[in-house]
């Protein structure tokens, strides 16, 4: 279908719409029939060649831009290329470096461990902090069945928790 067919069955121009003409209205009326069913005259055409579309072209640069003759077999062709590759390179350092990081820390804590195997206070922490922290999420599951278990109670043991941390860690010093 083309424009002109979908366009005949639209609605008709309003007489409002056909009166818009630039022709005075005398004329208006003598033309009325010819002129019904279409847009008002343009004056004129907009002309505008001013000097700032000038600056888009380049003259006085090269138009042609030549490539070394073994640019398809290079490995990175272009500078977009070149820094990701150098972003991925710093990315994989520093997720290497992390993770011996990581690995050191644990190796420190099992170091740890393993020196105070025999220590009665370390032992006694360990299994005082497990029985403590049953207890505690044994309750508030319990406090949570029954729908008792607000913030405040959460906020209360855990103040006791951390009392009981601080007078722990004066006392095995």
Known sequence: MSYAEAAAKGPKQSPEEVRHSNQPADSYLANHDR???????????YRDEGDSTASLIDVDGPHVQS????FLQQEVKTTTQA??????????????????????????????ARENKGNPVFIGNAAI???????????????????????ELVGLWTGAVGAF?????FVSK
């Open 129 to 151: 902090m497990a029985l403590v922290g049953a207890g505690l999420g044994f309750g508030a599951y319990k406090k949570h069945t029954q729908g008792k278990l607000s913030w």
């Open 83 to 112: 820094e990701r590759i150098e972003r991925e390179e710093e990315e994989s350092q520093e997720a290497e470096e992390k993770k011996e990081k990581a690995k050191a820390k644990a190796k420190a804590k099992a170091e740890r």
């Open 35 to 45: 002129r019904r069913n279409r847009a008002p005259d343009i004056n004129h055409v």
């Open 165 to 169: 941390g601080a007078i722990d860690y």
């Open 67 to 70: 490539v070394e003759p073994d």
